[in-house]
C-alpha cells in the first residue's frame, strides 16, 4: 500500500529518467550497454557477468519495459511505479525487492527530507531505482568499483553497499536534530512562546525519520537469517544466488555491521522522541507555573483594592444617622484605615510570596 496518495503514481507522460547499465565480472566493470535487453542477452550468454541497471526518477514506460525483459514480480513493479512505500523487503522466488528510504535534514526550515529506493535483486542482475536525489548512485557505484574484491560477490554486495550507505545517511540528520532539540529546550526554560510551537514541529519530523528507520531491524535480521539459512528450493528465504566465491559469511558480517548502525540510529531516535515529549511536558508545567503565578499577582492586588474600596463604599452611603456621621476626625480616620489594610495585606501577600 502507497504512503501517499493518487499523486505519488509515476505519471506516464513524465520523462524517462536517466538510466546506466553496466556489466560486471570478478568485481571488476567490463562494459556498458545501451538497453536492457543487450545487458539481459549479455548475462545469459557469458557466464559470470553481472549487470547492474541504475536508474533516476524512471517513468512508467521504462519501468514496464525492465519488468518484461528481468520478468520482474507485478506487485513488486506495482509498488515501484506507485512508489512512497514503507521500509521493506519482499522475495518473489528468485528476485528480491527492497524499498529503502534514505534521509536528510533541512537545517533552514528544521524539517526531515525522506528520500526513496528500491532495489530489484537477482542471480545475475540488479536494478537500483531512485525517486529522489537523496542518494547519490553514481558515488555509490564508484566507491564500490574501487573495491572490486566485494563487488566479485555480485548482486547482494550492492544490496549490501546501498543498505550501509543509507543507514550512514541518517547520521548528519540525527546530529542536525539533536542541535535544534537542545535549543528548544533552551528555549523552553528561557520562557520563549515560540518554544512549543517549535518542540511540537520537531516532534512531528523526528516521527518522520522514525517511520524510515524503524523498520530497517526486521528488514535486516530477515536478510541476515536468509543468508544464514538459505533455501535452495523454495522461495522463503534469499539465496545468496549472486555470490560465487562462496562469501556469504562474509555478507553476513557486512550486514550485522549495517544491523548494529541501524540499531544505533534507531535508539537516538527512540530517544528523540521521548525527549521531545519530556520538553513538551516541562514546556506545559511551566506554562502553568507562569500562569499560577500570574493568577497570584492579580488576586493579590484585587484583594488590597477590594478592602478600601469596601470601606469606603460603606462610608460613603448617604444615609442618616449613622455613627460617627457628625465626627470631625471621621474622614482622616477613614483614609488612615484604607491605608493600614491596603498596606497589611501587601506585607501579607509579599510574605506569601505572592508579590
Known amino acids: 500500500m502507497a504512503l501517499g496518495g493518487s499523486a505519488a503514481v509515476v505519471p506516464a507522460d513524465t520523462g524517462p ?6 556489466l560486471y565480472r570478478g568485481g571488476r566493470p567490463e562494459r556498458d550497454v545501451d538497453s536492457a535487453a543487450e545487458a539481459r542477452d549479455a548475462i545469459a550468454a557469458h557466464d559470470g557477468l553481472m549487470a547492474w541497471i541504475a536508474l533516476e526518477n524512471p517513468d512508467r514506460s521504462r519501468l514496464m519495459d525492465l519488468a518484461r525483459v528481468f520478468r520482474l514480480p507485478p506487485l513488486a513493479l506495482e509498488d515501484s511505479i506507485v512508489a512512497h512505500q514503507r521500509p521493506k523487503g519482499e522475495l518473489y522466488h528468485d528476485i528480491l525487492f527492497m524499498v529503502l528510504r534514505p534521509a536528510g535534514y533541512d537545517e533552514e526550515r528544521e524539517a526531515v527530507r525522506i528520500g526513496e529506493v528500491h532495489l530489484f535483486v537477482g542471480r545475475d542482475f540488479v536494478i537500483t531505482i531512485t525517486h529522489d536525489d537523496r542518494l547519490d548512485l553514481d558515488a555509490l557505484r564508484r566507491d564500490l568499483e574501487g573495491e572490486p574484491r566485494l563487488l566479485a560477490h555480485g548482486p547482494l554486495a550492492v ?4 543498505l550501509d550507505r543509507v543507514v550512514d545517511a541518517y547520521a548528519p540528520a540525527i546530529a542536525s ?6 535549543e528548544v529546550e533552551t528555549q523552553v526554560f528561557s520562557g520563549d512562546p515560540e518554544a512549543s510551537r517549535r518542540t511540537y514541529r520537531l516532534a512531528r519530523e523526528v516521527i518522520l525519520l522514525q517511520r524510515a528507520v524503524d523498520p530497517l531491524g526486521a528488514l535486516l535480521d530477515e536478510l541476515m537469517t536468509s543468508l544464514e539459512h538459505p533455501d535452495p528450493d523454495g522461495p522463503g ?7 560465487r566465491h562462496g562469501g556469504p559469511t562474509l555478507l553476513r558480517h557486512y550486514l550485522r555491521d549495517v544491523a548494529d548502525h541501524a540499531t544505533a540510529v534507531r535508539e537516538r531516535v527512540d530517544g528523540f522522541r521521548q525527549l521531545l515529549q519530556n520538553i513538551m511536558s516541562v514546556n506545559s508545567t511551566l506554562i502553568g507555573q507562569s500562569q499560577n503565578e500570574a493568577m497570584k499577582k492579580v488576586s493579590s492586588w484585587g484583594g488590597i483594592l477590594v478592602v478600601p474600596t469596601l470601606i469606603s463604599s460603606i462610608y460613603g452611603m448617604n444615609i442618616a444617622p449613622r455613627p460617627g456621621f457628625g465626627w470631625a476626625f471621621g474622614w482622616p480616620f477613614t483614609l488612615a484605615l484604607m491605608a493600614l489594610s491596603s498596606v497589611t495585606l501587601y506585607l501579607v501577600f509579599r510574605r506569601n510570596g505572592w508579590l
Open 177 to 182: 536534530l539533536r542541535e535544534d532539540i537542545d
Open 237 to 243: 528465504h534469499l539465496r545468496p544466488h549472486g555470490d
Open 159 to 162: 544490496l549490501y553497499v546501498t
Open 17 to 22: 529518467g536517466r538510466m546506466s547499465i553496466r
